[in-house]
């Protein structure tokens, strides 16, 4: 359970970093209201789809990916899915573990 507890953190690090990255030029707090769900067999992250196209420049959700750029989130209504589900090393996910 703690690899995929590991595996979480990353996915969660990596939202912050988007958000990061959105407003390194500005001075604005951003709430990013993510949804993880990580099970053993799934780890999912929502992320309201509001949050990439109210940015500027906004994020176009089209080209958001995870490591391997085949790897695409979902629309679904208001919010951005990226789900990965089984195998955790598939769309370049890379394990880290931090101590």
């Known amino acids: 359970m703690m690899k995929y507890f590991q595996i979480f ?3 969660i690090q990596a939202s912050f970093l988007v958000a990061d990255a959105v407003t390194a030029d500005s001075n604005v707090e951003i709430e ?3 949804t993880v769900i990580c099970t053993k067999d799934l780890i999912e992250v929502e992320i309201p789809s509001s949050f990439f196209l109210t940015k500027t420049p906004p994020i176009y959700i089209s080209d958001l990916h995870l ?3 085949e790897c695409r989130g979902r629309e679904t209504g208001d919010s951005f899915i990226f789900s990965i589900q089984t195998n955790f090393t ?10």
């Open 9 to 11: 953190l990353v996915i």
């Open 32 to 34: 990013i209201n993510e």
């Open 67 to 69: 490591n391997d750029p």
């Open 90 to 99: 598939d769309c370049g996910t890379i394990m880290v573990n931090y101590v």
